[in-house]
C-alpha cells in the first residue's frame, strides 16, 4: 500500500472539505459570500432588461434547433407576466463545447442537461467556484417547488450537497410512479414445467435453490443438450449478491462496486458476503448447475439455449426469447442466502444529480432561481415536458396536445404520421431536452387501479397509478407482472449516487481501484473454477489489503457519510 506525502495531503484535504471546510480550510476553496437582491416596492427582483444564455444539449435524433424550441419563448412570456423583461439567447451545444467554456471561463449563464460528474462539480464549483452554489437561494420566496421536493426525499438532497455544504447543479426527478419496476437486474426466470417434471416448488432457501438445480440435471430433451441454468450479463452473480443482503445499486459481477450492507456502504468483495458468494458459484460450477464454459458464453449463445427451451433457469431482461412458453415462466423471488435474513433490492433511482447548472457570474441569479423552479412545479413540468393544451398556446407557436380516445397525448401532426410519438413530436417542438426539472408521467387513461408500495427499508408509502391495466396476455405484460409482485415486497428507494471526491483524491482512488478491481476479477475466476482453492480466501483479502483497498473503502465511506447519515440517521 502507497503512503506518499501527496496521498497524505490529498487525504487531510478531503477531510477538511466533507466536514464543510471548518477552521484549517484553505481561503481558497471557501465558499464566497452572497448577499440575495431585495424585491422593489413592486414586487420584483429588477426592472431592468435581463438577457439568460443558454447552453442546451439537444438529443442526437432532434431536427430543429435550440433556438426555435418552443419552452424557452414560452418562459420569456411566463416573466412578462409577472412583470419582467426577459430574453433568453439558446444555442445548441455540447460536452465538448461546455468543457472548452469550463476550462476557459467562457460558460453562459445556464448549461441545460449536460451532465458534469462529481469530480467536474469539485472543481468548477467548490474549488473554481464557477457554478452558482444555489443553497442561498433555496427559500421559500424564490424556489419553494424545489424545497418541497427536497422535503420529500432528503437523501436527494443530501447527494446534491457538495463536500462544503454548496449544491452547484439542479437534479432531474423522477417520481417513484414513473418506475414502477424494481429489481432491474435480479430476473432468473425458472419454467414452471421442469418444476413439475421433477416435483417440486419454486425454492425458498438456499439449499432448496440448489436442490431445484440439481433435480434440472436430470431433465433430458431428446436431441438437446440440457443446462439447469444459464445467464447473461451478470443476471445469475446479481441476484446471488442480492441475496447474500447487497442493495444500493444493481451490484457488478464480482462485487467490485460499492454497495449498502447492514446499513453501510461496503465493497462486497471484501466482506464476508465475498466468501459465502464464490463458495456458492463454486458448488454451481463444480456439480454442473452451470456450464462449464459459463465465464466465455456469449450472449448469443445464451438467447440460442433459451429460444430451444434446453435450460430450466435463466437471466434476462424479459421474456421475448422463449416463444410461446412465457406462460410457463415465473421469477425466483428473494431467497436469503448465506448468514443474510434480510433481501433488499434497489429500484431504479428517482433522481440524476447535476443535470442543469448556472454560472456564479450570472447577474440576476434570483431571476434564474425563480426560471428553474417552475420546473418543479406540475404545472412547470407538464409545460416542458409536453406543452399548453391544444387552442391555449399564448403564444400561437404550437399545435398543442389533446388527449386520443385511450387517454394518450396526441398532436396533429402525431395523427396524420409525420411523428410516430408525442415524445418525438415534443423533444424537436417544445423543449430541449428531455433529462431536466421534474419529470411528470401523465396518467389519463383511468383504465389502472391505485397500488400503495411501501419502502421494504424506510417504511415509506408510494401511492401509485397504473397507467395500464397488465393481464398475463402476452411475454411483455408477464415478464413485468412477474417482477413488480416478485421484487416490490422488498424494493427500496435507497441508491448510492455518485460520490464527491476531490480531484487528486479521485485520481489516487482512481489507482487504487483499478488494482483492486483487476484482482478481484482476476482471482475470483480463480476461486469458482476451482483453479485456486477456497481456502484461500483469507490470503487473497490480504492480498487486496496490499493494494490498499482499506484506505479505498474508507475514503468512499466518508465521502457517502452526509449521504447515509441523511438516510438512516446519525
Not at 113 to 126: C, H, L, N, R, W
Not at 158 to 178: E, R, V
Not at 473 to 481: I, T
Request: with cysteine; glycine share 6%.
Amino acid at each position: 500500500m502507497r503512503k506518499t506525502l501527496k496521498r497524505i495531503v490529498a487525504m487531510t484535504l478531503m477531510a477538511m472539505l466533507l466536514i464543510g471546510c471548518l477552521a484549517g480550510c484553505n481561503t481558497e476553496n471557501e465558499r464566497p459570500e452572497v448577499t440575495l437582491a431585495t424585491k422593489n416596492e413592486d414586487g420584483l427582483y429588477t426592472t431592468e432588461p435581463v438577457t439568460l444564455k443558454v447552453a442546451v444539449g439537444r438529443h442526437p435524433e432532434a431536427l430543429t434547433k435550440a433556438n426555435e424550441i418552443w419552452y424557452f419563448k414560452y418562459m420569456e412570456w411566463w416573466f412578462a407576466q409577472k412583470g419582467y423583461d426577459v430574453t433568453i439567447e439558446v444555442q445548441d451545444s455540447n460536452r465538448e463545447q461546455i468543457n472548452l467554456m469550463l476550462n476557459t471561463d467562457t460558460m453562459p449563464d445556464i448549461v441545460w442537461a449536460i451532465s458534469m460528474s462529481t469530480t467536474d462539480t469539485v472543481k468548477y464549483g467548490v474549488e473554481e467556484h464557477m457554478l452558482l452554489d444555489w443553497t442561498p437561494y433555496l427559500t421559500e420566496d424564490l424556489m419553494p417547488n424545489l424545497l418541497k421536493q427536497y422535503e420529500k426525499n432528503p437523501s436527494m438532497k443530501a447527494a446534491q450537497t457538495a463536500p462544503d455544504g454548496g449544491m452547484y447543479g439542479l437534479p432531474y426527478i423522477t417520481p417513484y410512479p414513473y418506475s414502477t419496476i424494481p429489481g432491474m437486474t435480479n430476473r432468473m426466470f425458472v419454467r414452471q414445467s421442469w418444476l413439475k417434471e421433477v416435483g417440486l416448488d419454486m425454492p425458498k432457501t438456499e439449499k432448496e435453490f440448489l436442490d431445484m438445480l440439481r433435480a434440472f440435471k436430470n431433465v433430458k430433451r431428446e436431441g438437446k443438450t440440457t443446462y439447469p441454468l444459464i445467464s447473461d450479463a451478470s443476471f445469475l452473480e446479481k441476484y446471488l449478491w442480492t441475496c447474500l443482503g447487497f442493495y444500493g445499486n444493481d451490484g457488478t459481477r464480482f462485487g467490485t462496486e460499492f454497495m449498502i450492507k447492514d446499513e453501510q456502504v461496503v465493497l462486497p468483495a471484501y466482506s464476508e458476503g465475498y466468501r459465502e458468494f464464490v463458495t456458492l458459484m463454486n458448488t454451481m460450477y463444480t456439480e454442473g448447475l452451470i456450464p462449464r464454459d459459463y465465464f466465455s458464453t456469449s450472449s448469443g449463445s445464451a438467447i440460442a439455449m433459451i429460444s430451444d427451451a434446453a435450460t430450466g433457469v435463466h437471466g434476462w431482461w424479459t421474456l421475448q426469447y422463449v416463444g410461446d412458453d412465457w406462460a410457463d415462466q415465473k421469477l425466483l423471488g428473494p431467497i436469503p442466502m448465506g448468514s443474510n435474513d434480510d433481501v433488499y433490492v434497489s429500484r431504479l433511482s428517482d433522481y440524476t444529480l447535476s443535470t442543469v447548472y448556472v454560472s456564479s457570474k450570472t447577474k440576476h441569479p434570483e431571476v434564474v432561481a425563480m426560471m428553474m423552479d417552475f420546473m418543479y412545479s406540475e404545472e412547470g413540468a407538464m409545460m416542458y415536458m409536453y406543452g399548453p393544451k391544444k387552442g391555449e398556446d399564448p403564444l400561437n407557436l404550437v399545435e398543442g396536445w389533446e388527449l386520443n380516445p385511450d387517454g394518450t397525448y396526441t398532436t396533429e401532426q402525431v395523427k396524420n404520421g409525420t411523428y410516430p410519438a408525442m415524445e418525438l413530436y415534443a423533444r424537436d417542438y417544445i423543449r430541449p431536452h428531455d433529462y431536466a426539472g421534474l419529470r411528470v408521467d401523465p396518467i389519463t387513461s383511468g383504465t389502472g387501479e391505485m397500488v400503495t408500495y411501501i419502502d421494504a427499508v424506510t417504511g415509506k408509502e408510494f401511492k401509485i397509478i397504473h397507467d395500464r391495466t397488465m393481464t398475463r396476455a402476452s411475454n411483455d405484460e408477464q415478464w413485468r407482472l412477474e417482477t413488480i409482485e416478485t421484487w416490490s415486497p422488498v424494493a427500496t428507494s435507497i441508491r448510492l449516487p455518485s460520490a464527491y471526491l476531490d480531484a487528486e483524491i479521485m485520481a489516487d482512488m482512481t489507482d487504487i481501484g483499478t488494482a483492486v478491481k483487476q484482482w478481484i476479477n482476476q482471482e475470483t475466476a480463480k476461486f469458482i473454477t476451482g483453479i485456486r482453492p477456497l481456502s484461500d480466501i483469507d490470503t487473497f483479502f490480504n492480498e487486496l489489503k496490499g493494494f490498499g483497498v482499506e484506505e479505498y473503502i474508507e475514503t468512499y465511506r466518508e465521502a457517502y457519510k452526509t449521504f447515509m447519515e441523511s438516510t438512516y440517521g446519525k
